[in-house]
Each structure stands twice: as structure tokens, then as C-alpha cells.
């Protein structure tokens, strides 16, 4: 009976998919479990070795708590919307929805094939109508509410709106635009239109004009990584910045929130720490200064962390952006700052905050006053000052601030420090002692009582105020993309009004072209017969982002056919929170902070009873690729060997590494690859081509991904699972290596002559247990148990190889020892493990075993070998049993021909004895 493991593989994939092995109920008498990995956009290339590193820890973590006794919920689905599928459907000129349902059956397939425990009835896919009509259910409810800082909540729209009639906005400050103030008589005088914009402003679902990368020549809009230096990375075209009405998100109004809620989270230290700093709360001060020979409405607000620094403010900072430029700047700098302001055009968000190094700004030709010594203070712009951070400017202080110190010096500004000399130091001290020296009321202070005299003061004088700020920005909500959710918005002489909740959904229209609108809006605003609803009414062409699906999917797998809500509450409230989410951390701060936010607005809202939805996360390491690389000789198709290639001028070319075995390349196969290397001529060296190698992340773009399939082909699915939970920690990254799953494989073979022998069949016993084949089970129950719970999965499978060794060499064939130890492998290699019950006479199936029990009994010690030292000098070894005599164990000891040796016929003055510990004969 020999292990034929792709039969048995695929016996059980079958039999499990047809018995529903892995539906799971919400009615259920067991504790629950909420296993969930952050599912998968289906891409075209399919799944490859690094893929699965995540879903093989989360598939046995699901596996281990079912033995265990827990309704574990384990689902899976399909992140379906966004640019990826989008862009991969025009590359292959074809429809988003007819590309994306054949990469769903790719990765369905591939998935099976490794023997995952989804409950598959429970599948999601984001581009599916009847899911997206609650992702547009639930943005209408982000849209009709707003954020009340008085109750921390958010409420209906109707409340503030209630509220607004009766007192105004006198206690609700306008997160919008605080500027915004009014009575409850001025409220009802308000036209339409002027309430509609008002609550706008409040509104955590807004409309704002924001800029966006516009190309002229591609006629669209680029996110920020289609552009480098000022072009687009298609076609090198000039990009500039376009001001275009987008959706946002209110997702500042959470931020304190977000980050309370980072206190009751498993979340790991780094992770915390991420969206901490994304979330960038700080503490300071606003300060209004006036400008020289400007109106009251023309004061520059400046947000300092430091204000107690306002002495030693040399010059301001104002973003590119900032409504103040063009309203300050003096005629003689007005060329400049055109100048200036063209140049920032081209440049992207991401290359402004980056280059630290590269200093750029321009002179405005304006001043802002010192309210507290008068002194004229130069307002200059720079690209390093963004719009949204903050005020939009800046008070620097060049002899505290390395940054401002370089920015003056590059610009030659007069640097004075407190005293008001000319700063003559190399290098900017932010915490030197003399910074409160000289500085008017704040003469020789300490940090901490100047700040908040400072502040103190500038109440008092009516031009500043202590605030709280943050980093984060609100999140943009508008895509002008066509594959994405439509906005359940409709726009009636120019104001935007929410659909009626019963025709939802509103579906995608199909489009066979995804050329955007004339200025830059999405492709849907091509579809006139589907933008014109009526006369003067017209819908959003804008699409929600690949992220607005997966904010809330979590909750639809608890109950994922409901048609009348987006998951009853009752379902809800049983499954509760994720207990173990599983995912990468390139997710810190984008997926993971928007279904936070998401998730307190449901919560708030009353749809929900948690305002959390993931109470542990783990994030997996990265599994990268080992690359292969050719060598050609430059201007010709000809390869030199990697030995040889020093010889040469040659280019760096990567190779597909299913081409080549180990470094050899197959120069037939090679030369099939692609056309351009059918006629490729070879320097050889020993009669091979050897490659180059290099570890990098594993991509299809570097040719060096390593299908699943061909593994589980080879190998089996159980040996793939072990091996890629075997290559190191869970969290950890690594780099991957086929050749040790030979050693897993190996193990397996073995694991399967200890029940079966290819002549004989079953050869498993029933007979009794010896005390160390117990204690050889027991420490593997409790080893195992441990790992299982603490995602140490390395450690487990090595557990299972010692323990399988341990057995092997007792010849151990029995019944009682070999049933416990396929359940607690059941959830590493759950097929082999069904299989091998089978044999064995059980009628039921393994995935619903108990999970063995460990007895500390078994492993105790009952014999220690003590060390026999001789006036403390160790000079042999004897073993006792623990419980011995001490009498006996000392007249053993004395007896000892060593000890004799030692002692020279003399008696000892005394032998102690520490248990469990050593002896010492002291003579």
C-alpha cells in the first residue's frame, strides 16, 4: 500500500466538497471562531508560491480551532473592483467583468488544489450587483451622516439639520470650513442651495475640489505612481495639476477614535506604530499673524507644535496651493512665483514629500508681523509644504529646526537666534539650552510653562488658540476609472442628492470603450444615456475606489445572501468580531484604516454591536523570488555564461526560472520562451549556460514566480502546506528555495510507513503504549497545541518530524499512539491525515476528531542522570530515580568506582544530594 498522494488529494477534495465538510451555520450550541485572511484580487497571473504563505497559516489556524470545539467561520472571496482589473482587461482587449470571471476560476482552482477549509457557500465578489448595492447602501449612509464632537458619534444628517433650527451652528463647529458660522434665523433664510453646501462641509461623505494629475495627451487622470518626474510613466507626456471635484471621506473626524481603538486590538507593536504615526496626532497651537499692509481677511494661520519658539521665527512657509499666494504676492515677485508655481505643477505628492534633499521655494515679496516684537517676517512658498497638512504654512525657526536652518542657508535668510545676533553655527540645535534665553516674557523658562504662557497670551490677545491636529488627511473617495462601484448620486441643477435606497443597486453600465471623459472625467460620463436621467438631472461619472468594497466585507460573509440588508443583525452580533485576521502590512494604513473608519460609522450608526473589526491581526512575511539572469552581449543575441560574462559587454536580462534547474539553463526551452531569443546563440562554460541569481520580491514582471499547482503536482498539496509553513516564521519574510521540500515530502513517506507497507498494507496495532512512546506523544500534543495557537508553525512542523523519527525508531505501529497524532496533523495535512483515519477503520471523519488532550504525567521525569562532582569538581555521572532514597542514593554513590578512585580508601566527610539537581562528596 504505498502513498499515491495525488489520488488521495484529490479522493478528499471531492468527498469534502460534496458532503459540505466546511459549511458553516450562525445557529450553533459551540463557542465561535472568526478566522478571515484579507482576500485576494484576482489577477490574471494567478496565484504563485508567495500567495498562499498567509492562507496555508489562517487554513490551520480555522482547522486547529474546529478540533478544538469552536464554530469556526472561514471564508473567502474576491476583491473584485479597481484599477488592477481594469488596466489587465485593456492589455488583453477585453471587458473587466469577462477577464475578471476567468481570473476568479483561475484562483478558485488553484485555491482547491491546496486543500483550503472555506466555506465556499459563503463567497463574495465586490463587482457582483448584488454586493455592491450595500457598499452603495452604506455610503449613503457615510453620506446622509455627520460627525457629532460633542457625543463623539455619528448621527443622521436630519439631527444636525434639527439642531441648526433651533440654535444654529453656534456649538458644531464646521469641520469643513470653520468659518462657517450662523444662527438658527440666518439658517432658515438659507436658500436650497446654500443649506445643501452648508452641509456639505459636514457631511462625512463630501464633495471638495481637489488636484489631480491631468495628462492633456492621454486625455485622463494618473494616480501618483503613473507619474515620474512631471510625466507619465505611459508615453513620457507632460503632467500637470488639474483642480477637479472629488468625493472624500470625513475620516479626520475618526482619528482619535482610530487611535483609542489601537489600545483594544491585538494588533503588533510595528503595526500600531504605523498607523500611529499615518494618524500623526499632535498637540500646539494656532497663531494668526497679520501681514504687512493686507486687510484682516488676508491673516496668515499658521498650526506650530512649538509656539513657544514665535522669537526665534525667521521666516514663513506657505504651501504652493494656498489661497493666500496669489492674494500676497507683490508685483516685482509676480514672475517668479508663476515660475515657481509651473514648476510644482509638474511635480507629483509623493516626489514633493521624498526628496528632502533637494530645496526649492520662491520669495512672495510679502511680510507677516511678529505679534509680539514686530519684527518683519518674509512669507515664502515651497513645494515641501503641503496644502492639507496643517494650515497649509509654516513659522520657522531656522536656529531650532534642521530643516528651516538648511532652507535659509540655501536661501541666504537672515538667521538670528534669540538673542538677535546673525546665527553663525554649522548646524541647527532644536533642543539647545539658550532658545528661551532673551525672549521677551519668556526669559529663561522651561519648555513646557513658555508653551502654554504662549498660548495663554495669544487668547488673551484674540489671535491664536491651543489645538489638537493631525496628520491624516481625508481620504479620497473618486476614481475616474470605470471599473468600480457607481455613486449612488444624482445631480439636480448642479446638487448632488442621494438615490432612493429601493433602486439600488445602480449597476454598472456596460461599455465596450474606457476612454475618459473630455476633461478628465471617468469613462462613464460617455454613456449619455445613462448619465441624462432627466432634464437637469444627471449622475456621478466617478467611481468609488478599489478600497470601498473591502472596508465592509468582513461583515458580509456573516450572512451573505440577505437581500434585504447587508447582514441581519442578528448574524452580526453572533459572529461579532474577526478573532484572527490575516494579511500583509502594505494594507497599514490604507484597507485596515478605512474599514475601521467603516466599521465605527455602522457601529454609531446602530447596525452594528462592535466599533472593531479585527481583534488579532497577524501579518505574514513575504516569500521573495530567487531570480535567474542572463547575460547578453551587447548589440548582439548572443549569452555569455555567467563565468564568462566579465569578458563582454553585456545587459542583465531575467530569465523565466521554470527554464532552468538550479542554475542551469535549458537553452531549447529558452530559445521557445519568446521569439526575440529563437535564433540566440550561447557562450558556454563546461558545456552549460549557467545563470546569474539574485533574491528579489517575487513578481511576474521578473519572471521568477514559482506556480503552486506544478508543486502540488510534483509534491502533493500536504507537502506543499508543511513547506511553506516550514521555510520560517509566519511573520517573518524569506526567500524561497525548492529544494527542501524534498526533506518535507521525505517526512510524509515516512509518516505513512508507520500505519502502511507497501506489501503488507494496515500494519497498525492495538496494543498497549509503552511509557515512552507516551511521553514521545504527549510532548508532541503539547508542543503542537502551543504552536498552533501562537501561528509558530516552523517549530510545529519540526515537532512532527522529531516525533515521527522518535516513533519510527521504536518501531511503533499502535493504534493509541498513531490516531491522536493524524489529528493533531490533520490541520498541516489534512488529506493525508483523512486518508490514513479511513484506513484504520473510522467511520466518521477527521475534521471532526477531538483534539487530543495533554497529560503532564507522561513527560515527567522519573530518572535523572546526576552530575557526581568530588569536592566540586564534576568527575562522573550516575543515574537515579528521582524519588530514590537518599541513603541509598549516597551509599550507590560511594560505592561508585570512580568516587572510590577519588576518594583513596578514606570515608567522606559528607555527600549532599540536590534533587533533581547534582551531588557533591566532599572528602
Known sequence: MEYNFRAIEQKWQEQWEKAHAYRVSNNSTRPKCYVLDMFPYPSGAGLHVGHPLGYIASDIYARYKRLKGFNVLHPMGYDAFGLPAEQYALETGQHPAVTTEENIKTFRKQLDNIGFCYDWDRKVNTSEPGYYKWTQWIFLQIFESWYNRQTQQAAPISQLIAIFEQEGNAGYECPGDRTIQFTATEWKAFNEVEQREILMHYRLAFLAYAEVNWCPALGTVLANDEVINGVSERGGHPVIKKKMRQWFLRITEYANRLLEGLETVAFSDAMKEMQRNWIGKSQGAEITFAIKGAPVHQNLVVYTTRPDTIFGVDFMVIAPEHDLVQQITTPAQQADIEKYLAYVQSRSERERMAEVKQITGCFTGAYAINPFDGREIPIWISEYVLA??????????????????????????????????????????????????????????????????????????????????????????????????????????????????????????HVENYKPGEEGEGPLANVTDWVNVAPGVIRETNTMPGYAGSSWYFLRYTDPHNNKTFADRKATDYWNQVDVYVGGTEHAVGHLLYSRMWTKVLYDLGHIGFDEPFKRLINQGMIGGSSRLAYRIRGTNKFASHGLKDQYETDELHVDVNIVDGLELNMTAFKKWKPDYQDAEFILEDGKYICGSLNEKMSKRLFNTVNPNDLVEKYGADTFRMYEMFLGPVEQSKPWDTKGIEGVHRFLKKLWRLFADEQKGLIVKSDDPTPEELKILHKTIQKIDADSDNFSYNTAVSQFMICVNELASLKCHKRCILEPLLVLLTPFAPHISEELWQLMGNTTSILDAAYPVYNEQYTKESTFNYPIAINGKTRTEIGFALDADNAAVEKEVIANEVVQKWLEGKAPKKVIIVKGRMINVVI
Not at 496643517?390 to 529646526?401: L, S, Y
Not at 540655501?410 to 538673542?419: A, D, K, L, Q, Y
Not at 539658550?434 to 508653551?451: C, D, T, V, Y
Not at 476609472?481 to 435606497?501: H, Q, S
Open 388 to 509: 492639507g497638512y496643517g494650515t497649509g504654512a509654516i513659522m520657522a525657526v531656522p536656529c531650532g529646526d534642521q530643516r528651516d536652518f538648511l532652507f535659509a542657508r540655501h536661501f541666504n535668510i537672515p538667521i538670528t537666534n534669540i538673542v538677535g545676533d546673525d546665527y553663525t553655527g554649522e548646524e541647527a540645535n532644536p533642543t539647545k539650552e539658550g532658545i528661551l534665553q532673551n525672549s521677551g516674557f519668556l526669559n529663561g523658562m522651561e519648555m513646557k510653562p513658555a508653551m502654554e504662557l504662549v498660548i495663554s497670551k495669544l487668547e488673551e490677545m484674540g489671535i491664536g488658540k491651543r489645538q489638537i491636529n493631525y496628520k491624516m488627511r481625508d481620504a479620497g473617495f473618486s476614481r475616474q476609472r470605470y471599473w468600480g462601484e457607481p455613486f449612488p448620486i444624482v445631480y439636480k441643477n448642479g446638487i448632488p442628492y442621494a438615490i432612493d435606497e429601493k433602486d439600488l443597486p445602480l449597476e454598472l453600465p
